[in-house]
């Protein structure tokens, strides 16, 4: 048999020493894992909004509303329009002289709306000129009645 000599011995104890070393490295670096996470949209709530005209309607006559938007949603959201079928009411006095709703009506916008409303709960209020008007044959009975407008809007979320 052959003597291993002390400068062999310990060569070889650096060698192994080194590839130990490395062999502990490599294992660190070469760690894997896989992770999941489960995120819920959000759900989306209508808008809720009322518009009164700012001026004084007469039959033929129109007027800009005055509308205010309130966002329940946890995010901002641009208004852009409004439906053309909205919900009117004629104040308790008047409706009963024989003043009904169907007096006023709501005209198409020629203009974007386009205001942000922001969310949790945030309210904005803006005007729409030309908005309103009040038809030809409306009855003497909606002298000096208010009118209130429930307004259907559609929009689009906006980033924060």
């Not at 894992?33 to 700012?54: F, I, K, M, R, Y």
């Not at 509303?65 to 309130?70: D, F």
């Not at 329009?81 to 104040?91: A, E, G, I, M, N």
Request: hydrophobic fraction near 45%; charged fraction near 15%; glycine fraction near 6%.
């Amino acid at each position: 048999m052959r003597n291993i000599s002390q400068r062999t011995a310990v060569i070889t104890l650096v060698v192994v020493i080194v590839a130990g070393i490395a062999s502990v490295a490599w294992a660190a670096w070469s760690v894997t894992g896989n992770a999941t996470a489960t995120v819920t949209a959000s759900e989306v709530t209508a808008l809720q909004a009322t518009a009164t005209p700012t001026g004084h309607l007469f039959p033929g006559g129109s007027a800009a509303i005055e509308v205010s938007v309130t966002n329940p949603n946890d995010f901002a959201v641009e208004v852009q329009s409004f439906s053309k079928d909205p919900r009117v009411t004629v104040d308790a006095a008047h409706a009963k002289a024989g003043c009904t709703a169907a007096s006023v009506r709501l005209k198409p916008t020629k203009t974007a709306i386009a205001q942000r409303v922001d969310g949790d709960g945030g309210t904005k209020s803006f005007v729409v000129e030309d908005a309103v008007e009040m038809l030809d044959n409306a009855p003497q009975s909606c002298q000096g009645a208010s009118f209130e407008i429930t307004l259907a809007l559609a929009g689009v979320s906006l980033p924060d």
